[in-house]
Nanobody, 115 residues
């Protein structure tokens, strides 16, 4: 079974930066897209960025120009560099992938942005 483990969350002031990591187990990493989602309190979980196997990216409009997704296939790890953080970015961030219709989620990492 695929395992995903996020890290890198924390507390940061508005305007600051964080880098999230997601380590993915298994031998299928190179062939599949991996996503970052976030879920703020009382809000739906939303897709932040989809990182395709060739490192092509689709971003949520509200994070364009501030967040950068990337992947290191050799390390089976994806990243989310978050710059110029805003209070509204506060959420639990999850990595995710889909294999044959089955969804796999990490445990989430909390990002809290203070004024």
């Amino acid at each position: 079974q695929v395992q995903l483990v996020e890290s890198g969350g924390g507390l940061v002031q508005a305007g600051g930066s964080l880098r999230l990591s997601c380590a993915v187990s298994g031998s299928i990493f190179r062939a599949i897209p991996i996503d970052w989602y976030r879920e703020a309190p009382e809000k739906l979980r939303e897709l932040v960025v989809r990182i395709f196997s060739g490192s092509s990216l689709n971003y949520l409009d509200s994070v364009k120009g501030r967040f950068t997704g990337s992947r290191d296939n050799a390390k089976n790890t994806v990243y989310l560099q978050m710059n110029n953080l805003k209070v509204e970015d506060t959420a639990v961030y999850y990595c995710h992938l889909n294999i044959g219709g089955a969804n796999y989620w990490g445990q989430g990492t909390q990002v809290t942005v203070s004024s």
